[in-house]
């Protein structure tokens, strides 16, 4: 298989790309890092209630304070940073683009994560909102930083649901199912799990009722699946 050098895959900035997986490799997920499973899973929890607030001007709109987003950046990764891409006008407000740079506190590895903010040009009282002849003496001084804050929480989000990427979301996976998927699993494992999707995609009650007879004693997920499924279609 061969290497290419020196590229940049979905945000992932890496020296040397691993060599592309065969067939089989895929079947049996021996080249996932599990630790890497198990990051996106932990990245991905639900955020501290008490750190949401909402936004009463914005249809009431659930949001992170940025303060405590930096808070976990650092907490989580330790070594992250911002580079600032570009900052400009559009119509009546200042508009930032960020990266988000980061490293992956399990493997060093260097990723990053774009964001977009946004903040209005405030203007005296009763002016138009592009009137830039009545724009307030502080307006930049206030509107950059804001934009480049909301900047910074936009790329946050991409990275985790811990950093409020599903807060105004209703429709949500879970991600709690990555944990510990690509480990080793015993022959009986490997059934209950095979189990398990069937009675996932059973269409009906009777063709749930038909996998019953295969679930062992010892299958506590298994068991738990089915009685899942069977109440869906009380």
Not at 83 to 98: G, L, M, Q
Not at 154 to 165: L, M, P, Q, V, Y
Not at 187 to 205: F, G, H, T, V
Request: some cysteine; aromatic content about 10%.
């Amino acid at each position: 298989m061969e290497t290419m050098q020196k590229a940049v895959v979905n945000g992932s900035v890496k020296k040397e790309l691993k060599p592309l997986p065969k067939y089989q490799d895929l079947v049996n997920m021996d080249y996932v890092d599990s630790v890497a499973n198990e990051f996106q899973v932990f990245v991905n929890q639900n955020p501290v209630p008490e750190w949401i607030k909402t936004n009463t001007i914005a249809n009431n709109s659930k949001y992170i304070p940025i303060d405590k987003i930096e808070y976990l950046l650092t907490r989580i990764f330790i070594k992250w940073w911002v580079e600032v891409k570009e900052f400009k006008i559009i119509a009546n407000s200042i508009c930032v683009n960020i990266r988000l740079h980061y490293v992956l506190p399990y493997s060093g590895e260097h990723m990053f994560q774009d964001g977009l903010g946004a903040a209005p040009l405030q203007t005296d009282k009763d002016k138009g909102a592009i009137d830039f002849n009545y724009i307030k003496n502080a307006a930049v001084q206030m509107a950059l930083p804001s934009a480049e804050s909301y900047a910074i929480k936009d790329a946050a989000e991409k990275i985790g649901r811990i950093f409020g990427k599903d807060l105004n979301r209703k429709d949500l996976m879970a991600y709690d199912n990555l944990a510990g998927r690509f480990e080793s699993k015993s022959p009986d494992q490997i059934a209950e799990s095979r189990l398990i999707e069937i009675i996932q995609l059973a269409a009906n009650k009777e063709d749930l009722m038909k996998q019953k007879k295969h679930i062992k004693p010892e299958w506590s997920n298994a068991k738990e699946w089915y009685n899942e499924k069977l109440n869906s279609f009380k």
